[in-house]
């Protein structure tokens, strides 16, 4: 399987590395929307945030939080973003589960989802959908 983030992991591609341990790997990315926009690897290949293992997960997030609390000093960032993108609709681009960290300094640009209000009926027919799936699928869930 073609994967360029499995390349760098492999070193077999460059990349600005600034964290590496046994699960997790961090690199900048290559087409920042700020200076300091890193990317948060798990070692092991997984697709998106619905694949990734729970223990992978744990230990990702864990380090993006590590992470980005560097990036932010480093940069002297006001705040940041911690963004992922799941599938191709939502603008993921390299199908290899990451975490994306923005650093964020005032007025830099705007970034607000474009929302819209829900109507009485709508809100509570979303919410009745999603209830019924996640009574369906609670047994899989062990947080
Ligand atoms: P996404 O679009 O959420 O899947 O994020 C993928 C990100 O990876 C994009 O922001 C790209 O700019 C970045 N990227 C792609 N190839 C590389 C690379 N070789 N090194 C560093 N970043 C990369
Ligand atoms: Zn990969």
Redesign the pocket.
């Known amino acids: 399987m073609d994967c360029?983030?499995c390349?760098?992991i492999k070193k077999r591609?460059?990349?600005?590395i600034i964290f590496e341990n046994e699960k997790v790997i961090s690199?900048?990315?290559?087409?920042?929307?700020n200076s300091g926009?890193a990317?948060v690897v798990s070692k092991e290949h997984f697709d998106n945030f619905l694949t990734i293992s729970p223990e992978s997960l744990k230990e990702l997030i864990v380090a993006t939080q590590f992470i980005a609390g560097a990036v932010k000093r480093a940069v002297n960032a006001e705040g940041f973003n911690i963004?992922?993108?799941n599938g191709t609709v939502?603008?993921?681009?390299?199908?290899?589960f990451?975490f994306?960290i923005i650093p964020r300094f005032k007025n830099d640009f705007h970034f607000r989802f474009d929302t819209k209000p829900y109507n009485e009926s709508s809100l509570k027919e979303s919410g009745k959908s999603i209830r019924q799936v996640i009574s369906k699928y609670k047994d899989i869930f062990h947080g």
Not at 13 to 16: F, I, Q
């Open positions: 360029i983030f390349d760098i591609s460059k990349a600005e690199f900048l990315d290559i087409r920042p929307v926009h990317l963004v992922s993108n939502a603008g993921q681009t390299i199908f290899h990451h994306h």
